[in-house]
């Protein structure tokens, strides 16, 4: 099955980027499609981005609309996400997860990953 794996997170200064990754160790990865959520202390988790297996389509929350870009080599197994204008409220543990469609909601992805932490400073 799915195992998946983030890395890249760390602490950021405003207005700075970061380059997420997600390494899945199975052989199935370009069967699904891919999303990355958020979650702040304290508050429920937050869809970001999605993307088709193919890599044709994506979708992104309204928040994040032109500073973060999500995308996938399936070659490498891996989906990315990056993090561009980072503000101080995008600070978060982000996840990557799998789903067989595309969906905005974390219960319709079946597998997730350990997450890792942002911490963008004002």
């Known amino acids: 099955q799915v195992q998946l794996v983030e890395s890249g997170g760390g602490l950021v200064q405003a207005g700075g980027s970061l380059r997420l990754s997600c390494t899945d160790s199975?052989?199935?990865?370009?069967?699904?499609?891919m999303g990355w959520f958020r979650q702040a202390p304290g508050k429920e988790r937050e869809f970001v981005a999605t993307?088709?297996?193919?890599?044709?389509?994506?979708y992104y929350a309204d928040s994040i609309k032109g500073r973060f870009t999500i995308s996938r080599d399936n070659a490498k197994n891996t989906v990315y996400l990056h993090m561009n204008s980072l503000k101080p409220e995008d600070t978060a543990v982000y996840y990557c997860?799998?789903?067989?469609?595309?969906?905005?909601?974390?219960?319709?992805?079946?597998?997730w990953g350990q997450g890792t932490q942002v911490t963008v400073s004002s």
């Open positions: 997860a799998a789903s067989f469609t595309i969906a905005y909601e974390p219960g319709t992805y079946r597998f």
């Open positions: 199975g052989r199935t990865f370009s069967s699904y499609v």
């Open positions: 993307i088709s297996w193919g890599g044709t389509n994506t």
